[in-house]
């Protein structure tokens, strides 16, 4: 069973920088793709951006492309969301997700199996 733990939400200033980390552990952790997903109060959840298994592939969001860069470690097990120039529409809680894609990666969450708690992102002045 794959576990995944998000951390790093906070409350930041609109046009300030965060790192949220998705840390994994059970076996194989590095055979998984990882999509990073968000849900902001009242809306349905967005794809934010998704990175193949070995780091290769990436894919974002039109809504936060270029303010956002999606990267992993597969020797801590852990993948990161870099998010720059923060606005207060970036304000949800933020997921992470696994599974074993046999592509690159994905930001539709129906094809991801295994999903984090969540960490809140809140951006306002």
């Known amino acids: 069973q794959l576990q995944l733990v998000e951390s790093g939400g906070g409350l930041v200033q609109p046009g300030e920088s965060l790192t949220l980390s998705c840390a994994a552990s059970?076996?194989?952790?590095?055979?998984?793709?990882i999509g990073w997903f968000r849900q902001a109060p009242g809306k349905e959840r967005e794809g934010v951006g998704c990175i193949s298994r070995n780091g290769l592939i990436t894919n974002y969001a039109n809504s936060v492309e270029g303010r956002v860069t999606i990267f992993r470690n597969n020797g801590q097990s852990t993948t990161y969301l870099q998010m720059n120039t923060l606005i207060p529409d970036d304000t949800a809680v933020y997921y992470c997700?696994?599974?074993?894609?046999?592509?690159?990666?994905?930001?539709?969450?129906?094809?991801?199996?295994?999903w984090g708690q969540g960490t809140q992102v809140t951006v306002s002045s």
């Open positions: 059970g076996f194989g952790v590095n055979v998984y793709s």
């Open positions: 997700a696994a599974d074993t894609l046999n592509y690159g990666c994905s930001v539709r969450g129906e094809e991801y199996r295994y």
